[in-house]
Structure formats: structure tokens, C-alpha cells
């Protein structure tokens, strides 16, 4: 079956894991999961396959179930350890979730940068550059207002509060956070 070409342009497609090797003769692949809702890649869900931006073809699950912490997935209308092979490397990706959809207080790195941060008293702190996924909790990407870029764990303590309609996250800073006491951002 030849990969579907046709493209979903009304929704916006996030990357989701990224295909390693080919598992066992039929065409099963593992797949490294990047996610933080892993349990949306089920049996039957439509994903992309692509590069790095953007899916550039379209399949279906067949199945797929969790092996030593990754995918192991079985696609719909491919049972050739050669096709598989050739993606190794390539990004699955998955529609993104609506606002509405996800947790309270989960946010898409793309809703967050270029918010504009503010302290709880409104002055200017600078703008949200990036997120850093960090290993036990997320970290906000800021620029100060002076230029350099500072990292900003995002927990409710320090991040009280983000306003997407307004454009602007509140960053309650304890001392040495923010100012040029603070470690920089690598």
C-alpha cells in the first residue's frame, strides 16, 4: 500500500518520536518516543512521517504496543523490513492537541514563545525564547530585558500565571533568578 501524500494543512502537526531500527522480519519498527502523551499513538490513529519540520506521508497504524520504553508499531499496509529500514531516523508526527484538550497548565513550546514576561507587579522582565524540556521539570528560555538569555524553571511558584490572549507569562523571580546574579542559558 503506497504511503497516503495528501496533507492536512488546517491542523498543525508535531513531532511525536522518531523511527529507529527495523524489529523482526514483517515490517515492525521501534520507534523512540517523544511525547508527553504517549498513549495518543494507538491502533488505528493516522501519523506522518518526515523530516524534521514537517510530514511529508501519511499512515496508519496497525498496531502498536510498548517495548523496553519505546513504540514498537506495526503499520497498516507495510510488511517489508526493507521500507521500514528506510525510515530510520525520520520524525512521527501526530496532530496537535486543541487548547482545550490538554491538561491545565500544559502548554506547546509554540504558544509560549514570544510572550512577553512580566513580574506579578507588571514590570517588564523580557520574552520567552524558548522551552527546555530539562530532565525532571521544564524550564522557560527568557531573554531579559538586558539581553541574555536565563533559564526559568516553569512551575506554578515561579510561573504563577500565563496569559496566551494577553501575550504574557508572569514570572514571580526569586533573588539571583533573573538578575546578573543568575547562571546563563547554554
Do not use: N
Not at 506522518?48 to 523496553?68: I, M, Q, S
Not at 506547546?108 to 527546555?132: A, F, K, M, N, T
Not at 510561573?159 to 538578575?179: F, H, K, N, T, Y
Amino acid at each position: 500500500m503506497p504511503p497516503e501524500l495528501t496533507d492536512d494543512s488546517d491542523c498543525r502537526w508535531l513531532i511525536v518520536g522518531r523511527a529507529g531500527k527495523p524489529h523482526g522480519v514483517h515490517g515492525d519498527i521501534l520507534v523512540d518516543i517523544i511525547t508527553d502523551f504517549p498513549e495518543r499513538l494507538s491502533d488505528g490513529v493516522r501519523f506522518g512521517l518526515g523530516d524534521d519540520r514537517t510530514p511529508t506521508e501519511f499512515h496508519h497504524v496497525h498496531r502498536v504496543r510498548y517495548h523496553k520504553g519505546r513504540w514498537l508499531l506495526s503499520v497498516r499496509g507495510i510488511q517489508s523490513r526493507d521500507v521500514i529500514e528506510g525510515w530510520r531516523g525520520r520524525c512521527l508526527f501526530l496532530p496537535e492537541q486543541m487548547l482545550d484538550e490538554l491538561p491545565e497548565g500544559y502548554y506547546y513550546e509554540h504558544h509560549l514563545v514570544g510572550l512577553e514576561c512580566r513580574s506579578p507587579e507588571g514590570e517588564p522582565l523580557g520574552r520567552v525564547i524558548g522551552l527546555d524540556p530539562g530532565v525532571r521539570q521544564s524550564r522557560l528560555v527568557v531573554r531579559t530585558v538586558g539581553g541574555r538569555e536565563r533559564l526559568v524553571p516553569f512551575v506554578p511558584e515561579i510561573v504563577p500565571s500565563v496569559d496566551l490572549e494577553a501575550g504574557v507569562v508572569v514570572i514571580d523571580a526569586p533573588r539571583g533568578l533573573l538578575d546578573d546574579d543568575a547562571i546563563e542559558a547554554r
